[in-house]
């Protein structure tokens, strides 16, 4: 048996706007951390296995070029500081912790949640 006029439009309607809005925007709370765990609406909990997290939400080590000198200290009767040039690394600690509130973005008709940010 061939669907209703309603359902038809229905259809049409929801497609129309997936097409139109190919992602969804959405806020949630970090609940747990080992194992994560994100909770969107007080009812959608979310696993690692569904998140991808940006470098925003995590902790990663970059490589910087430094060139200054050490604050100068006064040992007794001495002064001393030393310059630091180069290339080096530094980890940026964005980790995140439990009561975290975070943006989402979630592809339409699929369960993967992007972890863009926290605020």
């Known amino acids: 048996m061939g669907s209703s006029l309603g359902e038809v439009i229905k259809k049409m309607a929801v ?5 139109n809005a190919p992602t969804a925007v959405l806020f949630g709370t970090v609940t747990s951390v080992k194992p994560l765990e994100i909770t969107v609406e007080q009812k959608l909990k979310l696993t690692k296995e569904f998140l991808v997290l940006t470098k925003n939400v995590k902790d990663y080590t970059v490589d ?3 060139d200054w ?3 100068t200290k006064q040992l007794e009767d001495l002064e001393h500081n030393h310059k630091i040039i180069g ?3 530094i980890t940026i600690h964005n980790a995140l912790k439990v009561g975290d509130d975070v943006i989402l973005l979630q592809q339409q008709r699929a369960n993967n949640f992007i ?5």
């Not at 497609?15 to 097409?19: L, R």
């Not at 972890?115 to 605020?119: N, T």
């Open 64 to 66: 910087i070029t430094i």
């Open 115 to 119: 972890v863009l940010d926290k605020f």
């Open 87 to 89: 290339r080096k690394q």
């Open 15 to 19: 497609g129309a706007n997936d097409a």
């Open 69 to 71: 000198n050490t604050e």
